[in-house]
């Protein structure tokens, strides 16, 4: 997801741009710029690829003084990297900042070259800027521009423009892209994330699907898709939502990382009365678990391995048939929905583009909605039936972990809360299940004490071309998620199987060179993993070894390393085994110098197909 910052002030602003974008690198670019109004009426723009140092120097070298301006960091749809292709687009007339993707982009861009537009980049964002500069050309007010403009555009985007001649005037856009509009004393501001806002004002409206709104420095009109006048509520947002400091740690995600235990007790404490032992949901549901025949998990990612992981608690505890799929292919397979069905939509942005059209698509085939985010101000959030909301804080590394852990401890407590009510689990199992829910902060705890082991186990896998995670039952999705942890931020090639699958095909893989990560818990399931684990060790592969201290004695195989975690009940030991997966993935980065924060071609949250 790229940024977005706009302010109409009263002093330069291109300092404050900066600043605002900088608070917005967690989601991931490789360009960035800025536009500001010099003496209220000329256009000037500074552009750069790469990060904002690079964007820095060259404000540096050649200051902007403008007391209204535009800023954007860009991650690359249409178009190279490059500084022709950053942010923000400008003509004579209209200087615009994009997220999303213009899906119509190439017939706008046919039909404007024919009526004697020139474009100077690649990008689908300029066909906005020159539909803009069209109708202004034709006598239309920004206001009217922007707003037919808006009708002849097919696709995702939130968008600011600022034009020439206008110094106290900001129009921003919204559809499927979320922006925000922050309000000031005598100033104002427009972002794509609060996050952005926050050193300016802790008073935020969301605009809604299809808002726009006309800033200045009074305050904001906000219109509709209909363009008729609208209000929106204005919240007085927490500090709490901006701390986004890195602290003592070396990276945001080594401190998100270690920020589970609280994180994760924080978000139990909404869902489990600890002293009654038992499952109390935070709201009124409108569906009843028991006429429930079908849950339908929606993700993408991180939030898909999650899904999984819950699929395995709803059909167990709750005996409730469980369909799981990716949004991406959820939303074009059209699957038949039942009456009587619920879908669960799982991201931590509450942005996801593909979730977000799955969500209607299955709202429009009268299945109710429920969603479990980090983000209780998102889309996802507003337009789902119930929010089950995660209290992860913000999430600033792009490979996620904390979110990953509290959608997991909440996707567990709505599978007790589902078994109890439709009678599979008794009061005795409710207790039994609640009370290792409360003692699972404690086991992330312990589990992290492990991480100097992990660290020097990092040195050898960073040495690896390829790696294989293996992983049975409930542990399965998390050698799924150990192996993306590590494809996302050292670019190390990893996979991860069902371990029973190993001899469908992985094992022609295991070689000498090969360390294979095995996520085995002394369960039910483990004697048959420790045979697949004979299977690696005969062909010569390096076992690292992820189990308890049961399993650790009663394994006789050679591994290349053991690490040991506490013994927890079978309902949590997929969130404590996410830990060690999450730490070898980032120490094994840091050995390989690798971007961890914002890995290459990542961004934290996709708002684009």
């Known amino acids: 997801?790229?940024?977005?910052?706009?302010?109409?002030?009263?002093?330069?602003?291109?300092?404050?741009?900066?600043?605002?974008?900088?608070?917005?690198?967690?989601?991931?670019?490789?360009?960035?710029?800025?536009?500001?109004?010099?003496?209220?009426?000329?256009?000037?723009?500074?552009?750069?690829?790469?990060?904002?140092?690079?964007?820095?120097?060259?404000?540096?070298?050649?200051?902007?003084?403008?007391?209204?301006?535009?800023?954007?960091?860009?991650?690359?749809?249409?178009?190279?990297?490059?500084?022709?292709?950053?942010?923000?687009?400008?003509?004579?007339?209209?200087?615009?900042?994009?997220?999303?993707?213009?899906?119509?982009?190439?017939?706008?861009?046919?039909?404007?070259?024919?009526?004697?537009?020139?474009?100077?980049?690649?990008t689908d964002t300029e066909v906005v800027a020159q539909l803009v500069d069209h109708r202004l050309a034709a006598g239309d007010t920004p206001a009217d521009a922007v707003a037919k403009t808006l009708k002849r555009l097919t696709g995702a985007f939130a968008l600011a423009f600022i034009f020439p001649g206008e110094d106290d005037l900001v129009i921003g856009a919204r559809r499927g892209s979320p922006l925000a509009v922050g309000y000031g004393e005598g100033e104002m501001y427009l972002g794509s994330d609060a996050i952005a806002l926050a050193p300016f004002t802790d008073r935020i409206a969301y605009l809604e699907e299809g808002d726009w709104v006309v800033i200045t420095r009074a305050g904001a009109t906000i219109h509709d898709e209909t363009d008729a006048v609208v209000t929106r509520t204005i919240a007085t947002v927490s500090a709490a939502s901006f701390q986004v400091d890195r602290?003592?740690?070396?990276?945001?995600?080594?401190?998100?990382?270690?920020?589970?235990?609280?994180?994760?007790?924080?978000?139990?404490?909404?869902?489990?009365?600890?002293?009654?032992?038992?499952?109390?949901?935070?709201?009124?549901?409108?569906?009843?678990?028991?006429?429930?025949?079908?849950?339908?998990?929606?993700?993408?990612?991180?939030?898909?391995?999650?899904?999984?992981?819950?699929?395995?608690?709803?059909?167990?505890?709750?005996?409730?048939?469980?369909?799981?799929?990716?949004?991406?292919?959820?939303?074009?397979?059209?699957?038949?929905?039942p009456k009587n069905g619920l879908a669960l939509f799982v991201s931590q942005s509450g942005e996801t583009a593909d979730t977000l059209a799955s969500l209607r698509y299955c709202k429009e085939h009268g299945q109710h909605t429920a969603a479990v985010v980090n983000v209780a101000t998102s889309t996802i959030a507003r337009e789902a039936e119930v929010v089950f909301p995660t209290l992860a804080g913000p999430e600033i590394g792009v490979a996620s972990t904390k979110a990953f852990t509290c959608q997991l401890s909440v996707m567990a407590a709505l599978a007790v809360a589902a078994g109890r009510a439709r009678g599979t689990l008794t009061r005795d199992d409710e207790v039994a299940l609640a009370r290792a829910l409360g003692d699972l902060p404690g086991a992330i705890m312990r589990a992290l004490r492990v991480e100097a082991k992990i660290e020097k186990l990092a040195r050898e896998i960073s040495r690896a071309t390829d790696v294989l995670y293996l992983?049975?039952?409930?542990?399965?999705?998390?050698?799924?998620?150990?192996?993306?942890?590590?494809?996302?931020?050292?670019?190390?090639?990893?996979?991860?199987?069902?371990?029973?699958?190993?001899?469908?095909?992985?094992?022609?893989?295991?070689?000498?060179?090969?360390?294979?990560?095995?996520?085995?818990?002394?369960?039910?399931?483990?004697?048959?993993?420790?045979?697949?684990?004979?299977?690696?060790?005969?062909?010569?592969?390096?076992?690292?070894?992820?189990?308890?201290?049961?399993?650790?004695?009663?394994?006789?195989v050679a591994t290349l390393e053991t690490i040991v975690l506490p013994d927890v009940p079978e309902i949590i030991a997929p969130l404590v085994y996410a830990l060690p997966v999450q730490m070898l993935a980032y120490h094994t980065a840091v050995f390989m110098g690798t971007d961890v924060d914002q890995p290459r071609n990542l961004a934290k949250s996709v708002t684009v197909e």
């Open 247 to 337: 602290g003592n740690y070396r990276h945001f995600m080594a401190k998100e990382i270690h920020e589970q235990p609280e994180v994760v007790g924080h978000t139990l404490a909404h869902y489990v009365d600890l002293s009654a032992q038992q499952i109390r949901l935070p709201t009124a549901l409108p569906f009843d678990w028991a006429s429930l025949d079908k849950l339908s998990i929606v993700a993408c990612g991180t939030a898909y391995y999650a899904g999984l992981v819950g699929k395995y608690w709803f059909e167990r505890y709750a005996r409730l048939p469980v369909e799981i799929d990716v949004a991406s292919e959820f939303r074009y397979r059209e699957p038949p929905l």
């Open 1 to 122: 997801m790229c940024g977005i910052i706009g302010i109409v002030g009263r002093e330069p602003v291109a300092p404050h741009l900066v600043e605002a974008l900088k608070r917005l690198e967690y989601r991931g670019y490789d360009s960035a710029g800025v536009a500001t109004l010099e003496n209220g009426s000329v256009l000037a723009r500074r552009r750069a690829e790469g990060k904002l140092k690079n964007l820095e120097v060259k404000l540096a070298a050649a200051p902007l003084s403008g007391l209204i301006g535009i800023g954007h960091t860009r991650w690359a749809t249409h178009g190279a990297p490059t500084e022709a292709n950053a942010h923000p687009h400008a003509t004579a007339r209209v200087a615009v900042v994009h997220n999303g993707i213009i899906e119509n982009f190439r017939v706008l861009r046919d039909e404007l070259e024919a009526a004697g537009h020139v474009f100077a980049s690649e």
């Open 471 to 556: 992983g049975r039952g409930s542990n399965y999705p998390i050698a799924l998620e150990g192996a993306l942890k590590l494809k996302e931020i050292s670019y190390i090639h990893a996979e991860g199987y069902a371990a029973g699958e190993l001899k469908h095909g992985p094992i022609a893989l295991i070689d000498e060179a090969m360390p294979v990560v095995v996520i085995a818990p002394h369960d039910k399931l483990f004697e048959k993993t420790v045979s697949n684990m004979q299977e690696v060790a005969a062909r010569g592969g390096r076992i690292v070894l992820i189990t308890d201290e049961k399993g650790a004695s009663e394994t006789d």
